[in-house]
């Protein structure tokens, strides 16, 4: 599975943003997927998370409230929709794919995901 993130930019804080990750190849194995963060000189952090058929969501108490996750089976392709941003989101937010492991793994370990896409730069100004 190949995944290209999209969508990055500078917003000011209490803007909105949207993030889009578009999946290649085979995508029938993937079974979720997720956004992370990584600020910087911070660890990667995990932000959110879908399940691929179910739609089945997990959020980062973080984010909660102020993020919305969302998949199109037909089109392929991951959102995150992030609004009342705060210079704290800033980040490089990447996508991920777990096309391995079906159940029973911690989905907020970026370990548990196997394929990556390229970050991209999101700055919140305040």
């Known amino acids: 599975v190949q995944l290209q993130a999209c969508g990055g930019g500078l917003v000011q804080a209490g803007g909105s943003l949207r993030l889009s990750c578009a999946a290649s190849g085979r995508t029938d194995v993937i079974h979720r997927m997720a956004w992370f963060r990584q600020a910087s000189g911070k660890e990667r952090e995990f932000v959110a998370t879908?399940?691929?058929?179910?739609?089945?969501?997990n959020y980062a108490d973080s984010v909660k409230g102020r993020a919305t996750i969302s998949r199109d089976n037909a089109k392929n392709t991951l959102s995150l929709q992030k609004d009342s941003l705060v210079p704290e989101d800033t980040a490089v937010y990447s996508c991920?794919?777990?096309?391995?492991?079906?159940?029973?793994?911690?989905?907020?370990?970026?370990?548990?995901?196997?394929?990556w896409g390229q970050g991209t730069q999101v700055t919140v100004s305040s």
């Open positions: 879908v399940t691929w058929s179910g739609g089945n969501t």
């Open positions: 991920a794919a777990n096309t391995v492991i079906t159940y029973g793994y911690d989905v907020a370990n970026y370990r548990n995901y196997d394929s």
